[in-house]
């Protein structure tokens, strides 16, 4: 693309999808072209959003090709406060003046963002918290939440639950329920066991029963077969399992199990924290306090990796040099992240992300009226469409892809997840408008009620 191309896009605002020709367009083709022959293999999102980016404003982003549309996927859930925030922009340019890398250094941005931080936790809580700053990925910090929690009881075992995900790296992948990710890998991380994840509502693929019963009756039988883990770790809402919300009395009955046996409890709040559900954590909705909290994607506010866990002090046994990781003294990322948590507080955006929830229940409500609708389910900005084959309830895979498509070629960017990817899914910025949510949402209706169509 030209110079004088993308001038000309930047001077057009993003306030509305539009979508004009073929996608991918000729100069996205092209782009794509390139990164077919030059790149890994493993690149996912490209080959079921076949787009190539441009530019991004807030809600939207235009490719190539001046195509615009509205991105509810936000980067995974990295850009809470959508795309190029001004402020926090203003905050990182900033922070480039003075410093942008501290390896694990005292600064006055990562003191600021420390306190930040600790400042969303209850009172009581934020005095016997300590923060470790882990290698940028969510996946690396739930690594060193399971190192902290192996070091500090000398056990070894992991429990986890059916739907999880909780990383691509060899450790994490064995935390994780997806069967074909780590299929080809031999000689996982061992010791995991899975138990069912009981949601609050139905959900046919989560597994019968209540799993803190279950977990419990294993765990207090002495010949169960699982001796006391290190850990216990799960998710308040399971994204990538299809956004499964967890039952209020399960998270409680797994919070009681684990403190009456001694076991630390891991959640994980990687893609449901920093207010994605309408609180700064997920589990403040449930009533319990966890032993370690693991946060990333959307600390900084703009997409600039940082990745920490928040934990008990009683667990901080470890020594120096456990768990390092160059780039955890990212300052660019703690400049935003404290600028991104002053804007949330400023404009009430949790307050947002309640109400555009609510709103996102009651536009998708109708779909349930589909028969390959099997359920609609979500809390705050964090909702999925789960598509099934109402003759034997198998996950609809090709039909959530169409979704997708169709969604796409009327300027609207969503994900998919779950059981074989048959769950549609949505991950708006928390600063979203209620008048893009209703342009998205009527997109959205459209693609479900139509999904064969081009």
Not at 39 to 58: C, D, N, Q, V
Not at 260 to 270: K, R, S, Y
Not at 324 to 353: C, H, M
Request: contains cysteine.
């Amino acid at each position: 693309m030209s110079k004088h191309t993308t001038t000309l896009l930047r001077t057009a605002p993003l306030t509305a999808p539009r979508v004009s020709g073929d996608l991918p367009g000729p100069r996205s083709a092209a782009l794509l072209a390139r990164q077919e022959r030059w790149e890994s293999s493993a690149r996912t999102y490209p080959r079921h959003l076949p787009i190539a980016l441009a530019e991004g404003a807030g809600s939207f982003v235009r490719d190539v090709d001046g195509n615009v549309f509205i991105d509810f996927l936000a980067g995974a859930g990295v850009l809470s406060l959508g795309h190029n925030h001004p402020e926090l922009v203003a905050a990182v340019r900033q922070q480039l003046d003075s410093l942008t890398h501290g390896l694990d250094f005292p600064t006055p941005a990562k003191d600021a963002f420390t306190q930040a931080q600790l400042s969303m936790l209850a009172p009581e809580l934020r005095r016997r918290t300590r923060l470790h700053f882990c290698g940028p990925t969510g996946a690396n910090a739930v690594e060193a939440a399971v190192k902290l929690c192996k070091i500090a009881t000398g056990r070894g075992g992991i429990i986890s639950f059916r739907g999880a995900f909780h990383g691509s790296t060899h450790a994490t992948m064995a935390l994780s329920g997806l069967v074909s990710q780590k299929a080809p890998v031999r000689d996982g991380m061992p010791g995991v066991h899975f138990f069912p994840y009981t949601t609050g509502g139905p959900a046919p693929d989560s597994g019968a029963g209540n799993g803190a019963d279950q977990l419990e009756q294993a765990l207090r039988d002495s010949n169960g077969g699982i001796p006391l883990p290190a850990a216990v770790i799960m998710e308040m809402v399971q994204g990538e399992g299809g956004n499964l919300v967890a039952g209020t009395d399960f998270v409680r009955r797994v919070r009681e199990v684990t403190r009456a046996l001694g076991i630390p409890l891991i959640v994980d709040e990687v893609q449901t924290g920093c207010g994605r559900t309408g609180t700064w954590f997920a589990y403040q909705q449930y009533g319990i306090e966890p032993d370690v909290v693991v946060a990333s994607k959307a600390l900084s506010g703009i997409g600039l990796p940082v990745a920490v866990i928040l934990y008990d002090t009683a667990l901080d046994t470890w020594a120096p040099g456990a768990h390092i990781g160059t780039f955890r003294g990212n300052q660019l990322a703690f400049a935003a992240g404290v600028e991104a948590i002053r804007v949330i507080r400023r404009d009430n955006i949790l307050g947002n992300v309640r109400r555009r929830g609510a709103q996102i229940a009651d536009r998708l409500a109708g779909l349930t009226r589909n028969p390959w609708v099997r359920q609609v389910r979500g809390r705050g900005l964090m909702w999925g469409i789960d598509m099934a084959d109402p003759l034997d309830g198998r996950p609809a895979t090709e039909v959530a892809a169409a979704v997708q498509r169709r969604a796409l070629r009327h300027g609207l960017i969503v994900e998919r997840g779950g059981r074989e990817d048959a769950v549609v899914r949505i991950l708006p910025p928390l600063n979203v408008t209620g008048e893009v949510v209703d342009t998205a949402c009527s997109i959205l209706v459209d693609a479900v009620s139509r999904p064969a169509a081009p």
